[in-house]
């Protein structure tokens, strides 16, 4: 599944979640903001998006999914990525409340503002607006 909508380029957001409805919200939040939300369900999909439009402006993705051949998880979809562009600004959002990761953990349910945070990162860095 791949959706997709013209707003701004430069803000582009890869969400990897096997969960239609959080998938939906985080869309409903981010695109008035801005971005241009991208989806898929499972990590094969996005690495194969990822490698064909990446790099993005910024890639969020669950730690589990149900199913994929080479990409089985979060970590191994943030392992590759990082392969192909070593400074992918990332995160991965998880219900587990004591899990680390080599880039910033999102435990669910979590107020929008917090993901807010972590993209005003990668925009401060970059010198640009925040919408």
């Known amino acids: 599944m791949n959706r997709q909508t013209s707003t701004v380029r430069n803000h582009r957001i890869l969400i990897v ?20 939300v991208w989806e898929e369900s499972q990590g094969d999909e996005a690495l194969s998006a990822y490698e064909r439009n990446g790099p993005w402006y910024f890639v969020l993705s669950d730690l589990y ?34 899990f680390q990761a080599p880039v910033p953990v999102l435990i669910k349910p979590y107020p929008i503002g917090r993901l807010l945070r972590l993209l005003r990162e990668p925009l401060q860095s970059l010198a640009l607006p925040f919408g």
């Open 65 to 98: 999914f149900y199913r994929g051949e080479k990409i089985k998880n979060g970590l191994g979809l943030v392992h590759a990525i990082t392969v192909i562009t070593p400074a992918q600004p990332m995160a991965i959002h998880t219900s587990e409340r004591d």
């Open 17 to 36: 979640d096997d969960d239609d409805v959080l998938r939906r919200w985080l869309r409903n939040q981010l695109e008035p903001r801005g971005f241009e």
